[in-house]
C-alpha cells in the first residue's frame, strides 16, 4: 500500500513539474521558481531533490535559494502556530529589558526574575501570588528551552517568598527563553533572587532519548542507505519518535539490524563530543544539518566520534553508555514517504521490558508452565485444538448425515416440485447453511430449514435449486414472509435466502406458512 501511494504521488508531482516545464520552455526559461518547487514538495509530497535531478535531465535548474526562504518561512509560520496560545500575549511585549544581557547557562543554580506576566495578561506585572499561572524571564536562565522537537525542561523556582513550578520551558520567536507555570507557594516579583532547581532526572531521560536519536539517523542511513533524512521528531524523558524519508516499510530484519547497531555504539561506551563553531567550520567538518532548519553563524556541533555528526542544540549524554539499551517499539508511515520510528532508552526502556515479563509471566500463568515453556505450550495447544476441530468436523458430518436420514421422511410435493421444510438442529448459522447444501441436493427441489438459536433469535433459510426456482420459487420472499410471523425480517435471491426472527415459540407457524408461499409461488 505505502509503495502503491508513493507511486501515485511521483506520477503525480512529475506530470505537475512537466507541465512547469513546459510553461517555462514557452517563456524561454530555464530556472523553476522557488515558490513552484516548494509547493511540489509541500502540497504533493514531491522530493525537492527528485525536482532538481528532473529539471537538470532537462537543461533547467530550480532557484534552491528560494525553495530555502520558502521552507524558512514555512517552518516559521509552524513554529508560531505550535508556541502556546498562552504565550501569545507576550510574544511581542518584552519592552523594559536590555535582551542582551539575557542569557542561558545550563549550569547555573541562581538568577533573578527580570520580567513576569500573569498568564493572558500581554503586560509584565510585578508581582504574582500563590495560584496563579505565570510566564518568567530570568536574566540568567537555568531551564533548556523546547525545541528540535525535544521538550523544554520543568522544575522549581525558590523565590524569598514564594515557589514556582515551572511545566515548561519555551523560547519566544525573539529568541527569549521564557519559563511557563504557576505559582504554588507564597508570591514572586520582579527582582527576586531565585534559586533554580531543573528536574535532573527528567532532563536526563530527554538527553538519552536525544543522543539515541542521533544514533539511530547514522544507523538508519548505514542500513537503508543515504536518501534517509530527518523529517521530524520528538524527544520527551518517556520515548523518542523519529520520522525520516523512505519510501516502503522497514522489514523486521532490517529494524533489527538497525537496532543492534544502536546497541552496539552504545556499548562501545563513545565519549559523546559537543563543540561550538562557526556553521562554514561546522559544514567543513561534515555535520549534518536539518534541511530548512534556521541556523546562526555560530552553531553547536554534537559528533559520536566515528559515526555521527549533527548540528544540534539540544541536550545530550556524555558518553554513549548513558543512554542504556535502545528498543524499538514500534515503526510505521507517517505520510507518503515518510516512515516513523518509535522506541525508549534507559528508563523507558527498563519498564517496556518490566511489561513485557509480566504479559509473559501472566500467559505462563494461563498456561500453567514457566515462561521458557510459553511456545512450547502453545504449539502443544494448537496441535491439540487442530485435533480437536477434526473430530468436531467428523462428529458434525455424522450427525447432519444422521439429520439428512431422518429428513428425507419429511419430504412431501407441492404441484410437482419436491419441498421439505422443517425445524433442525445447529450449532450456528455457518452450520445451517452447509446442512441446507446438503439437504437441497438430497431433495432435489426447495427446502426451508429453522433453527432456534435463542429464544429471542431464531434463523431461518431456504435453499432451492435451479428447477426449482425455474418452476417460480423464490427464496426471498419465501423466508422474508416466514419471518414476519416470528418478528423478524430478511431476504435473498431467488435460490437462496436468509432471515432472522425474535420469538422461537412462532417457528412452527412460520414453517407452515412458508408452506403457503411455496404453493403460490409454483407455476401450474
Known amino acids: 500500500m505505502e509503495e502503491t501511494r508513493f507511486r501515485q504521488t511521483l506520477h503525480q508531482g512529475t506530470e505537475i513539474l512537466r507541465d512547469e516545464m513546459e510553461k517555462l520552455r514557452i517563456a524561454g526559461e530555464n530556472v523553476l521558481a522557488g515558490a513552484d518547487a516548494f509547493k511540489l514538495y509541500d502540497t504533493f509530497g514531491f522530493p525537492w531533490e527528485l525536482t532538481a535531478e528532473i529539471l537538470q535531465e532537462n537543461g533547467m535548474k530550480m532557484d534552491k535559494a528560494g525553495f530555502d526562504a520558502e521552507m524558512k518561512a514555512q517552518r516559521e509560520r509552524a513554529r508560531c502556530a505550535r508556541l502556546d496560545k498562552d504565550l501569545l500575549p507576550i510574544v511581542y511585549n518584552t519592552t523594559g529589558i536590555d535582551e542582551e544581557k539575557?542569557?542561558?547557562?545550563?549550569?547555573?543554580?541562581?538568577?533573578?526574575?527580570?520580567?513576569?506576566?500573569?498568564?493572558?495578561?500581554?503586560?509584565?506585572?510585578k508581582t504574582c501570588n500563590d495560584g496563579e499561572n505565570v510566564a518568567i524571564i530570568l536574566d540568567v536562565a537555568p531551564f533548556h528551552a523546547e525545541g528540535g522537537g525535544q521538550m523544554g525542561?520543568?522544575?522549581?523556582?525558590?523565590?524569598?517568598?514564594?515557589?514556582?513550578?515551572?511545566a515548561n520551558t519555551k523560547k519566544l520567536p525573539n529568541g527569549i527563553t521564557i519559563l511557563l507555570g504557576q505559582v504554588v507557594e507564597g508570591f514572586v516579583t520582579v527582582g527576586d533572587k531565585i534559586k533554580a532547581g531543573v528536574n535532573s532526572n527528567r532532563k536526563n531521560d530527554i538527553a538519552r532519548n536525544?543522543?539515541?536519536?542521533?544514533?539511530?539517523?547514522?544507523?538508519?542511513?548505514?542500513?537503508?542507505?543515504?536518501h534517509v533524512n530527518q523529517a521530524g521528531s520528538y524527544v520527551g524523558p518517556d520515548r523518542l519518535r523519529f520520522d525520516f524519508s523512505h519510501f516502503s516499510q522497514v522489514s523486521e530484519e532490517e529494524l533489527e539490524t538497525i537496532e543492534?547497531?544502536?546497541?552496539?555504539?552504545?556499548?562501545?561506551?563513545i565519549d559523546v563530543d559537543i563543540v561550538e563553531t562557526e556553521l562554514a567550520k561546522a559544514k567543513e567538518m561534515g555535520a549534518t544539518a536539518l534541511f530548512g532548519e534556521k541556523y546562526g553563524n555560530s552553531v553547536r556541533v554534537v559528533s559520536v566520534p566515528g559515526f555521527s555528526m549533527e548540528l544540534c542544540g539540544g541536550v545530550h549524554v556524555e558518553n554513549t553508555s548513558y543512554?542504556?539499551?535502545?528498543?524499538?517499539?514500534?515503526e510505521a508511515s507517517s505520510g507518503a514517504g515518510?516512515?516513523?520510528?518509535?522506541?525508549?532508552?534507559?528508563?523507558?526502556?527498563?519498564?517496556?521490558?518490566?511489561?513485557?515479563?509480566?504479559?509473559?509471566?501472566?500467559?505462563?500463568?494461563?498456561?500453567?508452565?514457566?515462561?521458557?515453556?510459553?511456545?512450547?505450550k502453545i504449539e502443544a495447544l494448537q496441535a491439540e485444538l487442530k485435533s480437536a476441530e477434526q473430530k468436531a468436523g467428523e462428529l458434525a458430518g455424522k450427525f447432519a448425515a444422521a439429520q439428512l436420514e431422518e429428513i428425507e421422511g419429511s419430504v412431501s410435493v407441492v404441484k410437482g416440485v419436491r419441498v421439505l421444510v422443517k425445524e433442525v438442529k445447529a450449532d450456528n448459522i455457518e452450520d445451517l447453511r452447509s446442512l441446507g447444501d446438503k439437504v437441497r441436493d438430497k431433495v432435489g427441489g426447495v427446502v426451508v430449514l429453522a433453527h432456534i438459536a435463542a429464544e429471542d433469535k431464531v434463523n431461518i433459510l431456504a435453499?432451492?435449486?435451479?428447477?426449482?426456482?425455474?418452476?417460480?420459487?423464490?427464496?426471498?420472499?419465501?423466508?422474508?414472509?416466514?419471518?414476519?410471523?416470528?418478528g423478524g425480517n430478511g431476504g435473498g435471491r431467488p435460490d437462496m435466502a436468509q432471515a432472522g426472527g425474535k420469538d422461537a415459540r412462532k417457528v412452527q407457524e412460520a414453517l407452515l406458512a412458508s408452506l403457503d408461499v411455496i404453493a403460490g409461488q409454483i407455476k401450474q
Do not use: W
Open 210 to 226: 536525544h543522543t539515541a536519536t542521533h544514533l539511530l539517523h547514522a544507523a538508519l542511513k548505514d542500513v537503508l542507505g543515504s
Open 463 to 486: 435453499m432451492a435449486t435451479k428447477e426449482a426456482v425455474k418452476a417460480g420459487i423464490h427464496c426471498g420472499n419465501i423466508v422474508r414472509e416466514a419471518a414476519k410471523l416470528t
Open 153 to 166: 525542561d520543568t522544575g522549581i523556582l525558590t523565590a524569598p517568598s514564594g515557589v514556582v513550578e515551572v
Open 338 to 376: 515518510i516512515r516513523r520510528i518509535e522506541a525508549v532508552t534507559g528508563h523507558g526502556a527498563v519498564a517496556y521490558v518490566k511489561d513485557l515479563q509480566k504479559i509473559l509471566k501472566t500467559a505462563a500463568g494461563s498456561l500453567k508452565c514457566r515462561t521458557g515453556e510459553i511456545l512450547p
Open 102 to 125: 539575557l542569557t542561558v547557562d545550563e549550569e547555573a543554580k541562581e538568577s533573578t526574575i527580570a520580567l513576569l506576566y500573569e498568564i493572558n495578561n500581554p503586560q509584565p506585572v
Open 260 to 269: 543492534n547497531i544502536v546497541n552496539e555504539r552504545i556499548l562501545d561506551a
Open 323 to 330: 543512554v542504556g539499551l535502545f528498543k524499538i517499539i514500534s
